[in-house]
């Protein structure tokens, strides 16, 4: 499925985000919470399970301790299937990985992790208080220890009014509560979360980025996957975008997406037609009834001003043009589909 | 208010539905039995097969048989039917689901060896129940006793009979009685005294009650016969002192040869009639359902 | 080990929130019936019938609990996905079976208990008194108990690698075969070919020995249960329980959850 562009007028100049030499800044960390090295994951598919899908393939990439990493790309990418695959829920083709330096197949450093998995389904015929201590026990609190935590936690996720309401009775977006309350009330070094915000409002949203940089505050890392783009752009310190199995690009933010100001964009409204020497101007914008949107260069901002303001138009606003994630985040789509495009020709 | 007028609604269409399926039900069980459809049927009659799909329940499958093979008897006596074809199948399914289940052995022992109307007439599969029994519990020595019983009451083979109470006496559990029962056979065969006796264990060792009503009835009749046989050389004697017969009880017990009507065991009197025969009354519950004509020997 | 032990307490926990514990209700309502049916019906082997009936009761309804909720135990979880957060803590896979297992066990277990205290309450009705013999019921319904929990173990195999549906087929199979194991041996002989007759008898050690456990008739008819027997069948179950529970441990540690 080719995925569609986020806004119909977006244009993103391919000259301004380059990826490429981006794409290797994968520097190995001495001490990485989270090491991933050539991470590959096949399913068999087709009749008699004889052919193999490659779901996730020679996936590199760090975590780093105390930072707020988000794991970004489109639908079916394999977010979720390097996530899996870090707890243990299915295992690797090939590739290694490592948790606060234990391997993912040592099931022990799971008390250091805190798992959201994503769509979140608990036990039905327990409460919240009750799931919440189910799960504590696994970590060896003491009872007092798990009953001011799980008060702690339900009061922190807004759920302490639901705490004795069977969880069959909770909406979508309090199973995601729960889940946030139970993946981080042991306290663990690292928080890995799949999909955090799907399902919540906006309020439940903001509350989520401020669980997660509480975290990074306390000196917690955090991993998360999303699709939501402005999420990961207001939290994150780092992120890696995954399409169609491959890594596509990591590093921090500015880094990927530098800052450069690339234009400016003007917003007027003209009521009645403009005479001539304003036209080629005209011709340049983007109209939408009254209001015409125009990308000129820095330099000649100005200049465009007076042009404009001579022929009557009432200026509504002027801002940078910055590249946003979404832009490198498309750009990056576009190339793995012309990169897909061609192996299909191929054959492969 | 709509939905309580549309329970109301429900309620009493589910209450005329059944109504009309009970008056259905009756006018389907009139037609039923007005073509004498008998629900006379056994669907497995293979005992081994029977064993295989009762998995682990065969104990307790046993007890559903045996319960169905009480009540067929029951059912064909009420309604003097004397056909007992499936009596043999049902004991048969019943001692192989549950080997063990004694009073099976004996019931079969008992009535599938009586003669008709009371039994089933085949002392021969009696006999082979028996042996079955016995070969599954060979601790229990009743099913001795009740296999000479078969000899000695149905088959009169006395020598097998005698036979079977020799081997059961060695049961170190037996009665001392079945050692002297041997013997008594072999030298008598056949007597009033040993078939009371006989009948008499049996009606002590059971709680079934068909057995026990069977047994009871059985030595009752056979007071009868003795009564009958008492009161004939009474009559006899009667007629040979005083060259007539008796014009009825009353005059013998007026000149003290009775002591008073002679009654049969449910207290009935006996009748004398003109011919100077001593007979079962007609009115005695005894009389109503004979179990075999009273033998006079 | 204690973490086996919380997931065995939680699949109790769900059981009875699942109101699987009210199959009791049923069971006491047939004790009802039959104590009072039985004195109308079946004069003179009344204990018998009772205990013949009740012990076949437990018998068939621990099967149906042990079968049917045994294959959901692990499938439940997985279609569910409340298996996922549940595996990011630290338990291993076999840690989970185990807990499973107990749980259920632990179910059986109280539920076997509660029916054989109705079974003794409808014998006391029928008999007015308690007899020493009354104690081999109490022996059939344990060994009932060590057969369930061979079923539950088989059940929690199968359903480490198949649909529900082939689960509860080749657990009810296996049971179904394991009654007849005595049969099986003797296969061979009929035959007359050297090759089955060799491979008779290997399948009927291999495959689980229930006839072991059946001691209905014996209760029914209070005829005395060795001690040794007790202790054999005991070490019985628990070697059959250890392989299935062996062999669902590989397979499930190495199962890529969906």
Not at chain 1, 91 to 99: E, M, N
Not at chain 2, 36 to 49: A, T, V
Not at chain 3, 69 to 80: A, Q
Not at chain 3, 153 to 172: D, K, M, N, Q, Y
Request: charged share 20%; net charge neutral; glycine share 6%.
């Amino acid at each position: 499925m080719k995925p569609q562009p986020f806004h119909s007028d977006a244009h993103a100049p391919s000259h301004f985000i380059d990826a490429d030499d981006i794409l290797h800044k994968n520097v190995p960390m001495q001490d990485a919470a989270i090491e991933i090295e050539g991470l590959t994951k096949d399913y068999p598919v087709g009749f008699l399970l004889a052919k193999k899908r490659r779901s996730l393939d020679d996936l590199t990439m760090q975590v780093l301790p105390a930072e707020v990493f988000g794991f970004l790309g489109p639908n079916g990418a394999g977010k979720s299937t390097t996530i899996k695959l870090l707890m243990g829920l299915i295992f690797p083709t090939a590739g290694t990985a490592r948790i606060l330096g234990r391997p993912i197949s040592d099931v022990r450093m799971h008390k250091d992790i805190g798992y959201l998995p994503e769509q979140p389904y608990f036990y039905d015929y327990l409460t919240a208080a009750e799931l919440l201590d189910y799960f504590a026990r696994f970590h060896d609190l003491t009872a007092a220890d798990r009953r001011e935590r799980i008060d702690r936690m339900l009061k922190k996720v807004g759920l302490d009014g639901a705490r004795k309401i069977q969880l069959r009775k909770y909406s979508k977006g309090m199973l995601q509560r729960v889940g946030i309350a139970q993946a981080i009330l042991h306290d663990p070094q690292v928080v890995i979360l799949d999909e955090p915000m799907s399902g919540l409002d906006p309020i439940g949203r903001r509350e989520v980025r401020d669980i997660i940089l509480e975290l990074k505050c306390n000196g917690r890392t955090v991993m998360f996957s999303t699709h939501i783009l402005s999420d990961a752009e207001m939290i994150c310190d780092r992120v890696g975008v995954i399409v169609g199995g491959k890594l596509r690009g990591v590093g921090r933010l500015d880094e990927l997406v530098g800052v450069k100001v690339q234009g400016m964009e003007v917003l007027f409204e003209l009521s009645r037609e403009l005479p001539a020497i304003a036209n080629p101007l005209l011709q340049k914008a983007s109209r939408t009834g009254n209001r015409f949107r125009l990308e000129v260069p820095e330099e000649e901002l100005y200049s465009v001003m007076e042009k404009l303001r001579g022929a009557g138009a009432r200026i509504l606003s002027v801002t940078q043009l910055k590249p946003t994630l979404e832009d490198y985040f498309l750009h990056l789509i576009a190339a793995d589909q012309a990169q897909a495009s061609a192996v299909e020709v191929s054959g492969k | 208010m709509n939905g309580r007028r549309s329970i109301a609604a429900i309620l009493l269409f589910v209450m005329l539905g059944f109504t009309s399926a009970w008056r259905l039900q009756l006018g389907i069980d009139r037609q039923l039995t007005s073509i004498h459809q008998e629900k006379n049927d056994l669907l497995f009659r293979s005992g081994r097969l029977i064993k295989l799909l009762s998995l682990e329940y065969g104990t307790f499958l046993a007890d559903v048989y045996w319960t169905r093979a009480v009540q067929y008897y029951g059912d064909k006596r009420s309604r003097h039917d004397d056909n007992f074809e499936l009596l043999s199948p049902l004991l048969d399914l019943t001692t192989t689901l549950d080997p063990e289940l004694l009073v099976a052995y004996r019931f079969g022992g008992v009535f599938l060896a009586q003669a008709s109307p009371a039994g089933a007439g085949r002392p021969d599969l009696a006999v082979a129940l028996i042996r079955r029994g016995i070969a599954a519990n060979p601790d229990y020595w009743r099913l001795y006793e009740d296999l000479g019983f078969i000899y000695y009451w149905d088959l009169r083979d006395y020598h097998k009979a005698s036979e079977a109470f020799l081997e059961g006496s060695k049961n170190p559990h037996a009665l001392v009685w079945m050692k002297v029962m041997a013997a008594k056979i072999a030298q008598e065969g056949r007597s009033r005294e040993t078939s009371l006796f006989l009948w008499r264990q049996i009606y002590d060792s059971t709680q079934d009650p068909a057995m026990r009503e069977n047994a009871l009835h059985q030595m009752e009749m056979l007071k009868v016969e003795q009564d009958l046989e008492q009161l004939d050389e009474l009559l006899f004697e009667f007629e040979q002192r005083y060259a007539r017969l008796p014009s009825g009880w009353a005059e013998l017990v007026s000149m003290g040869i009775l002591a008073g009507n002679p009654v049969d065991p449910r207290r009935v009197p006996y009748v004398l009639d003109s011919s100077g025969k001593v007979r079962l009354s007609p009115a005695s519950p005894l009389a109503r359902n004979p179990l075999h004509t009273p033998s006079r020997q | 080990m204690n973490r086996a032990g919380t997931v065995a307490w939680n699949t109790f926990r769900e059981a009875v929130r699942d109101r699987v514990l009210y199959n009791l209700v049923f069971f006491a309502l047939l004790m009802m019936a039959a104590a009072i049916l039985v004195g109308q019906i079946s004069i003179g082997i009344e204990s018998l019938v009772i205990v013949s009936l009740g012990l076949s009761a437990i018998s068939i309804i621990g099967l149906l609990m042990a079968v049917f909720i045994g294959v959901g135990l692990v499938y439940k979880e997985m279609d569910k996905r409340t298996l996922y957060a549940l595996l990011a803590k630290p338990i291993q896979r076999w840690e989970f079976l185990l807990g499973k297992f107990a749980g259920l066990l632990l179910t059986l277990t109280v539920n076997t208990a509660a029916m054989a205290l109705g079974l003794f309450a409808a014998l006391l009705y029928v008999r007015h008194s308690f007899e020493p013999s009354d104690a081999i019921v109490l022996i059939a319904a344990y060994f009932i108990l060590l057969k369930l929990a061979i079923i539950v173990a088989l059940a929690l195999l199968f359903s480490c690698f198949t649909t529900p549906l082939l689960a509860i087929l080749f657990t009810a199979g296996i049971y179904v075969t394991g009654l007849f194991v005595q049969d099986i041996r003797g296969f061979g002989n009929i035959t007359g070919s050297a090759a089955l007759d060799h491979l008779a008898v290997w399948v009927s050690y291999l495959l689980p020995n229930f006839e072991n456990f059946n001691a209905i008739a014996a209760a029914a008819h209070a005829q005395p249960i060795p001690g040794l027997l007790i202790a054999q069948n005991t070490l019985y179950a628990a070697v059959y329980c250890a392989i299935a529970l062996v062999a669902a441990s590989a397979i499930f540690s190495r199962r890529n959850l969906k």
